[in-house]
């Protein structure tokens, strides 16, 4: 593994570090990355001595790489960053990028709880070969991560990276949701290209997507089960943990929306409420892991302290994929 301390440009591969240039030579508010589209935030599969398994990450990569989705999120929460060292979260982008098809879009998670160790990261995300950083709010001390707070982070990681920085707010896991007044005036930052929103407020989002259309600042749905509502009050997208197991189907939810077809589009969000809220807020991860098995994924074990299912939380998760048709 290369040493983090070199120079950047010495860190990053031809082909990463012409993106990064090219990235750092235009404004990403004027567009020049879309972020539109659908982005399964991947599992990270572990072997049965929860090492990562690189092995099947990449045979899941292979699957993927058929679908019409528009890139992936790596180390999100649902790839289970949190209990993965640093040199791991790098690795499996570096291998996801080898993997990747030409033209998909890599979003790396490099999120920290302080503002220099995120700027390091993101360093070695963008060197390993990420397009965009998806940057999590910093939460241990959340009851000091105000406005002032959070815009100097963002700003601070903003000023240095790269690449186009993507905010992230997920309530659900840190506590803490990002201010609107924080978002707005970080719209306007000439590196910060956009919010995952994981809490699911549509009016929140549709007044986002309100308050910084003049900033081109794109805004993400974090989860399948609001995806046409945030289609419908402006969002450009979605990063779905439903996607690692019903991938071609939130595609096509999103061709629906997309193209105005409406009535098929209420009707498939309708069926995808309940296996998405079962592999998100209700049974989580192990449970996202199960279902990815079931539909002839890797998804495998969780790793500890995070403890597979009960049998009767995995009977609850296949009536909720069966009972909407899709097992």
Same mark, same amino acid.
């Given at each position: 593994m290369q040493c983090a301390w070199r120079p950047l440009s010495r860190l990053l591969s031809a082909r990463s570090y012409q993106t990064a240039w090219s990235r750092s030579q235009s404004s990403p508010a004027a567009g020049r990355l879309d972020l539109s589209?659908?982005?399964?935030?991947?599992?990270?599969?572990?072997?049965?001595?929860?090492?990562?398994?690189?092995?099947?990450?990449?045979?899941?990569? =292979?699957?993927?790489?058929? @679908?019409?989705?528009? *890139?992936?999120?790596?180390?999100?929460s649902n790839g289970e960053y949190p209990y993965l060292t640093?040199?791991? !979260?790098?690795?499996? /982008?570096?291998?996801?990028? %080898?993997?990747?098809?030409?033209?998909k879009v890599l979003m790396a998670g490099s999120g920290c709880e302080s503002t220099r160790a995120t700027v390091e990261l993101t360093e070695k995300m963008t060197a390993a070969g990420a397009d965009?950083?998806?940057? /999590?709010?910093?939460?241990?001390?959340?009851?000091? @991560?105000?406005?002032? +707070?959070?815009?100097?982070?963002?700003?601070?990681?903003?000023?240095?990276?790269?690449?186009?920085?993507?905010?992230?707010s997920v309530p659900a896991n840190t *506590?803490?949701? @990002?201010?609107?007044?924080?978002? /707005?005036?970080?719209? =306007?930052?000439?590196?910060?290209? #956009?919010?995952?929103?994981?809490?699911?407020?549509?009016?929140?989002?549709g007044l986002i997507v309100h308050k910084t259309k003049t900033q081109n600042f794109q805004v993400l749905a974090g989860s399948a089960g609001f995806l046409m509502a945030a289609y419908c009050v402006g969002a450009v997208g979605g990063v779905c943990a439903l996607a690692n197991v019903l991938g071609q189907e939130l595609c096509e939810?999103? !061709?629906?929306?997309?193209?105005? #077809?409406?009535?098929? +589009?209420?009707?498939?969000? =309708? !069926?995808?409420?309940?296996?998405?809220?079962?592999?998100? !807020?209700?049974?989580?991860?192990p449970a996202l892991k199960q279902a990815m098995e079931w539909?002839?994924?890797?998804?495998?074990?969780? %790793?500890?302290?995070l403890q597979p299912l009960t049998e009767a939380e995995t009977q609850q998760l296949r009536r909720d994929f069966s009972t909407n048709g899709w097992l």
């Open positions: 589209g659908i982005y399964p935030p991947i599992a990270t599969p572990f072997t049965t001595k929860e090492a990562v398994d690189y092995q099947r990450l990449e045979e899941n990569l =292979q699957k993927y790489a058929k @679908m019409p989705f528009k *890139g992936l999120v790596v180390q999100g640093e040199d791991e !979260r790098v690795e499996v /982008v570096r291998t996801v990028r %080898r993997t990747l098809p030409e033209g965009a950083v998806l940057v /999590v709010t910093p939460c241990f001390y959340k009851g000091k @991560m105000d406005s002032r +707070a959070l815009i100097h982070h963002f700003t601070k990681v903003a000023d240095s990276s790269p690449v186009p920085v993507v905010l992230y *506590g803490l949701e @990002m201010p609107l007044d924080a978002v /707005v005036e970080l719209s =306007q930052h000439p590196n910060i290209l #956009g919010l995952k929103d994981s809490r699911g407020d549509i009016t929140r989002i939810l999103e !061709r629906l929306c997309q193209s105005g #077809g409406w009535e098929e +589009a209420r009707i498939l969000q =309708q !069926r995808l409420i309940e296996p998405n809220a079962a592999v998100t !807020r209700k049974l989580g991860v539909f002839g994924f890797h998804g495998g074990a969780c %790793r500890s302290p």
